[in-house]
Nanobody
Framework: QLQLVESGGASVQAGGSLRLSCAAA????????VGWFRQAPGKEREGVAS???????FYADSVSGRFTVSQDNAKTTLYLQMNNLKPEDTAMYYC????????????????????????WGQGTQVTVSS
């Protein structure tokens, strides 16, 4: 059974940092595009960052320069380093994994519709206070 389990969410003040982790069980990220999404109350889920099987990274404009996505050498844990956090970063953060064969190109690397064909974790809450 394929599972993703997120951890690391917390409440922090604006300007602070957090590192989220996503552990894979039952598979590795080899051959997958893996990414982070977030959903704030009353808003749609949106893509934050992703990393493909070759290690290329992709970021939403709203987090570029503040967030860094990475994975461990064993390709079993995905990370999201979040620096200079802002109140608007408050959301439930989810990791997701999508088979690389389903990705039509780099323009789709944060596409929620495509990732809905993959695997998801249960989420971890990040709250940023001003």
């Amino acid at each position: 059974q394929l599972q993703l389990v997120e951890s690391g969410g917390a409440s922090v003040q604006a300007g602070g940092s957090l590192r989220l982790s996503c552990a894979a069980a039952g598979f590795t990220f080899s051959g997958y595009l893996v990414g982070w999404f977030r959903q704030a109350p009353g808003k749609e889920r949106e893509g934050v960052a992703s990393i493909d099987a070759d290690g290329m990274t992709f970021y939403a404009d709203s987090v570029s320069g503040r967030f860094t996505v990475s994975q461990d050498n064993a390709k079993t844990t995905l990370y999201l380093q979040m620096n200079n956090l802002k109140p608007e970063d408050t959301a439930m953060y989810y990791c997701a994994a999508l088979e690389s064969a389903r990705v039509p190109g780099p323009w789709a690397t944060l596409d929620l519709g495509l990732f809905n064909l993959g695997h998801w974790g249960q989420g971890t809450q990040v709250t940023v206070s001003s």
